[in-house]
């Protein structure tokens, strides 16, 4: 008994002293502890500010947006002015008859180029094509080269001559390939494929026909964003070649055929964010204008401009790309 009251005393001891001993390390972890609470209930404070701060930045900016484009006024047809995030999502920031179907003009060829770059296997870059009899005789006369029955060019530059010049007899030569029935059949159901409503082609080019019974290409300002989304996201060439200031056409020997010295769209001399566009004018159309610009201020955002049925699209077009800054 008396061993038995001695090794309690001992462990007695022993657990006081490591008691003893352990309370600097069990206050070490609980200062550890507190020191690791505050520093993330102070990273998590300034997180919340930062969000708090730019979303009161976002408020201020869209309240702001919203006065300048509320007293705008656009003397067209139609408008319309989206953002586009890096996930696809829109907002629009301005619209005028958005919905309304409309005649086109050569914002038609974006669609033609569209057809051109998907059938690749049909469309080589470098693959000649005759220009033919129906080609030259289409509407409309270029101001730097005109093409010639019986010559051949390659894709690559009947596409360029169709896009910064917007020429109708490239455009046109382009469904030689296929047929043009075949071609335009084509950009009707790409049209279905990304979900145009309210889009529909008779020609590759824009042109309108003779007499107001005559059907033409029609679309609305809200479908041709859609378009713009489609081009930019799949086949990003096409509004490369857009934004070309000038380009050397060459023939299948690579000589000259013509040089064409400045695009259709003028505002690509006074505005650097475009990244695409497409102009086009006629007499039921008016004056058209697509833009596609670069949002600096959020990475992977842009903004899709529309002008449809202008007397002066530049100068429209100048009001709503204005009314961002």
């Not at 690791?36 to 947006?65: A, G, N």
């Not at 950009?187 to 026909?209: A, C, D, H, R, W």
């Not at 086009?280 to 610009?293: D, M, N, P, S, T």
């Amino acid at each position: 008994m008396a061993i038995k009251k001695i090794s309690n005393g001992v462990r007695s001891k022993v657990l006081l002293i490591s008691l003893v001993l352990s309370l600097p390390f069990w206050w070490g972890i609980n200062v550890l502890a507190e020191n690791l609470q505050d520093s993330w209930f102070e990273e998590e404070l300034y997180r919340s500010l930062r969000i708090s701060r730019r979303h009161t930045k976002e408020l201020k900016l869209e309240k702001e947006f919203q006065q300048r484009f509320k007293a705008l006024e656009i003397n067209a047809k139609a408008a319309i002015l989206v953002k586009v995030n890096e996930n696809g999502n829109e907002k629009i920031l301005f619209e005028k008859d958005s919905e309304k179907p409309l005649a086109i003009a050569s914002l038609t060829k974006l669609m033609t180029a569209l057809v051109v770059f998907d059938l690749d296997e049909v469309y080589a870059e470098s693959q000649p094509v005759e220009i033919t009899k129906e080609a030259v005789e289409q509407e409309g006369e270029s101001k730097y080269g005109e093409l010639e029955i019986g010559e051949s060019l390659s894709v690559k530059n009947l596409l360029h001559i169709a896009l910064i010049e917007s020429s109708n007899d490239a455009a046109f030569a382009l469904t030689e390939p296929i047929g043009k029935q075949g071609f335009v059949e084509l950009m009707n159901l790409y049209s279905k494929k990304i979900e145009l409503e309210n889009t529909y082609f008779v020609n590759p080019t824009g042109l309108e026909p003779n007499t107001p019974e005559e059907l033409k290409n029609v679309s609305t300002a809200k479908d041709i964003v859609k378009l713009a989304k489609y081009i930019l996201v799949n086949y990003p060439q096409i509004f490369e070649i857009t934004t070309s200031q000038s380009y050397e056409v060459l023939n299948l020997d690579n000589t000259l055929h013509h040089f064409i010295p400045q695009n259709t769209n003028e505002l690509l001399r006074e505005i650097p964010e475009i990244i695409g566009g497409k102009t086009g004018w006629g007499i039921e159309a008016g004056g058209c204008l697509l833009l596609v610009l670069d949002n600096s201020e959020e990475e992977g955002s842009y903004f899709v401009s529309i002008v449809l049925g202008a007397k002066n699209r530049f100068a429209e077009m100048r009001k709503l790309i204005n009314a961002l800054k």
